[in-house]
């Protein structure tokens, strides 16, 4: 499975990708490579196909490949966690011929609890970022503001950046770096350590669009656009609100909620870090 996931270069799925979502077979640009990051981010960031992966397959836990994520945006509008999409994105990339390497990076959910790709292009590096959504590759050594307020900052430490969000004149941190490329051996033991982190104790969804913010963690919801703004918790069930903001079937989310519950008392169970109220 993970030679397989390393070496295939998924071209099917690629093509269906760039047939999918109109992807031009262009010349390399940063404009290009835009057009399939703002293509890309359509697949919503969401654990709920992790959640019941983990439910089926709990002794060995099987990692979603390009195909399972089309297939499932196509009759579901499912997407994927920053390591599936970030494997998918890395086999576009590939077959475009851009020169990209997986990095790691700690969020406050923990160290190398998320990834991305670098791109190296024209004499510059670049982030690439399908699980935080950006729609835009954000230039790693010089600070630039993006169109969506995010923004890269040297650390102190060397060989070090972080990123923050940018709003109503405040910094908020988001996750930090080191600038170097890790292999996929590396890249696959995070994976693989990610099914049990603090990112699978509750259902999160999000995506962003031209139009929408929307981000949904259990009964918390965050929706933000030109014309409307909402913020805070629910009392409508979970998938009839995951439904209406994302498509994706209520028995899906119902399935997702149940082994959910079946996962954190395993995850217990073999000594994992869990939220208090599991019994």
Same mark, same amino acid.
């Given at each position: 499975?993970?030679?397989?996931?390393?070496?295939?270069?998924?071209?099917?799925?690629? !093509?269906?990708?760039?047939?999918?979502?109109?992807?031009?077979?262009?010349?390399?640009?940063? @404009?290009?490579?835009?057009?399939? /990051?703002?293509?890309?981010?359509?697949?919503?960031?969401?654990?709920?196909?992790?959640?019941?992966?983990?439910?089926?397959?709990? @002794?060995?836990?099987?990692?979603?490949?390009?195909?399972?994520?089309?297939?499932?945006?196509?009759?579901?509008? /499912?997407?994927?966690?920053?390591?599936?999409?970030?494997?998918?994105?890395?086999?576009? +990339?590939?077959?475009?011929?851009? @020169?990209?390497?997986?990095?790691?990076?700690?969020?406050?959910?923990?160290?190398?609890?998320?990834?991305?790709? &670098?791109?190296?292009?024209?004499?510059?590096?670049?982030?690439? @970022?399908?699980?935080?959504?950006?729609?835009?590759?954000? &230039?790693?050594?010089?600070?630039?503001?993006? +169109?969506?307020?995010?923004? /890269?900052?040297?650390?102190?430490?060397?060989?070090?950046?972080?990123?923050?969000?940018?709003?109503?004149?405040?910094?908020?941190? %988001?996750?930090?770096? !080191?600038?170097?490329?890790?292999?996929?051996?590396?890249?696959?033991?995070?994976?693989?350590?990610?099914?049990?982190? +603090?990112?699978?104790?509750?259902?999160?969804?999000?995506?962003?669009?031209? !139009?929408?913010?929307?981000?949904?963690?259990?009964?918390?919801?965050?929706?933000?656009?030109?014309?409307?703004?909402?913020?805070?918790?629910?009392?409508?069930?979970?998938?009839?609100?995951?439904?209406?903001?994302?498509?994706?079937?209520? !028995?899906?989310?119902?399935?997702?909620?149940?082994?959910?519950?079946?996962?954190?008392?395993?995850?217990?169970?073999?000594?994992? %870090?869990?939220?208090?109220?599991?019994?």
């Amino acid at each position: 499975m993970i030679e397989s996931l390393e070496h295939n270069n998924f071209s099917i799925e690629v !093509e269906h990708f760039i047939n999918m979502f109109d992807i031009p077979k262009e010349n390399q640009s940063l @404009d290009h490579v835009s057009k399939i /990051l703002r293509s890309f981010s359509l697949f919503p960031y969401e654990n709920l196909s992790k959640i019941l992966l983990l439910h089926k397959n709990f @002794d060995n836990p099987i990692y979603r490949d390009p195909g399972n994520i089309i297939e499932d945006y196509e009759n579901f509008r /499912l997407g994927g966690t920053c390591f599936s999409l970030t494997l998918y994105l890395k086999k576009i +990339m590939d077959y475009f011929n851009y @020169d990209t390497d997986f990095i790691l990076a700690d969020m406050k959910s923990g160290d190398n609890s998320h990834t991305a790709l &670098r791109m190296n292009f024209q004499n510059g590096q670049y982030l690439l @970022d399908p699980g935080y959504l950006l729609k835009y590759p954000l &230039r790693i050594d010089q600070l630039q503001l993006s +169109m969506d307020s995010v923004f /890269l900052e040297p650390e102190e430490r060397p060989n070090r950046f972080t990123l923050y969000t940018f709003k109503s004149g405040n910094k908020i941190w %988001r996750y930090s770096f !080191e600038n170097r490329a890790v292999d996929f051996t590396e890249y696959v033991k995070y994976w693989n350590q990610s099914f049990h982190w +603090m990112t699978m104790h509750g259902i999160c969804l999000s995506r962003k669009t031209d !139009e929408e913010f929307l981000y949904i963690h259990n009964n918390y919801l965050k929706k933000e656009s030109t014309t409307q703004k909402i913020k805070g918790k629910f009392n409508e069930d979970l998938s009839f609100v995951i439904n209406e903001h994302f498509g994706i079937p209520r !028995e899906i989310i119902q399935k997702a909620k149940d082994a959910l519950n079946d996962n954190l008392h395993h995850d217990k169970e073999l000594g994992f %870090r869990v939220p208090g109220w599991v019994e």
